[in-house]
């Protein structure tokens, strides 16, 4: 492998070229703003020639019929460069509109110079129009040197020499146009794909805060719900067996300490996972003391504390267990709310069966079954609940199905069933 070469560090404008960009910037701004001031700008200034050249007798230099009459002169030398002034909104009608006095200089032999300004109306077609229209407006522009031509012969100069340098000139003027129209689309498209991906970054992100909003809902649920379901079962434990059994109803409030305790360590690593590093302190050692998430060499301590709540468990593992950590997660998190819900609706009596079964390439089967009542859970959709969306939304990440739902007649109870299949190879 060849050595990455060191990206050389940026290199500041020199101040000339800083100060003219800066002025051009400001200059096509305004320009943007009051398009008119610059039109009338450049028209009163080609306006000013053309009467100048007209009034003084230059024109007399390149004529090839001095005779013509002095108003003939200065009727055309204005209706050949006040059509300017539409250059840039209607340059097509204006290369039209100055055609006839042309064609009227080029045959009284005034040959006036303001004829030339039809190269900047050819320019600006090139510019703005459809290149199609370049074909009969080069065409026209070209008349008035044929006109001449066929007038007054080799007394005007050759015919190479006057349709030659006119059609020369004309190019000039096209390939001007086209290349300033070009680096004008090139750059308006950096410009649209620039806003494009800051479109499309806003939009990820977005997308990434309400992923991540929906992770933290689904792991707050799972922490605060099982914990409180718990810390609800002791409790209400404890105050039946307060009055006759004090042992039974210290030991309540000792495993409420715990399960609090707990729930508040769980909750505390969260935040700090979430807390920004910036507002950590910035120091050293001031790290906060993170544990991983839990997993199914867990699992214990959970069923643990929901026995201690007053629900009997009994599990059923098949196999050895050889699961990346993401996939222990969701088993313990369904396997948590599934519990959860139990303690919530299943109501007195009830007891809740864990068969679990790991399969080749880590594929896993498990069940959850409890014998309380039979009534449905209240709707997510209705209660605003997260506990079967987000063990579905879990599930979905590593391909595997979930169904949850009243077991089958005559059984009596909850049925939670989850599917993962196999790892896929990387």
Known sequence: ??????????????????????????????????????????????????????????????????????????????ALSVPLLWRRSHPATALLVTLPPALVSAWSGAALQAALLQLLLVHHIALRLPLRNLWWAVTLATVPACVTVVRYGDSAGSWNQQVGSHLVSLGVAVLIGITVRTRRDYTAALEDRARRLETERDQQVRLAAAAERARIAREMHDIIGHNLSVITGLADGGRYAAAKSPDRAAQALDAIGTTSRQALGELRRLLDILRDDDQDGGGAGQAPELAPQPALTDLGRLLDGVRQAGLPVRTTIKGEPALPEGRQLTLYRVIQEALTNTLKHAGPDATAHIDLSYEAGGAVTLTVTDTGRTTPLPSPALSGGRGLPGMRERTSLYGGTLEAGPRPAPEQGWRVHLHLPEESPQ
């Open 1 to 78: 492998m060849q050595p990455v070469k060191p990206v050389p560090e940026d290199r500041a404008a020199e101040p000339l070229t800083e100060y003219v960009q800066r002025v051009n910037r400001r200059i096509r701004s305004f320009d943007h703003r009051h398009p008119l001031v610059w039109d009338l700008h450049l028209t009163g200034f080609w306006v000013l020639a053309a009467l100048i050249d007209a009034t003084s007798g230059g024109w007399d230099n390149v004529a090839h019929n001095p005779d013509v009459p002095f108003g003939l002169v200065l009727a055309l030398s204005v």
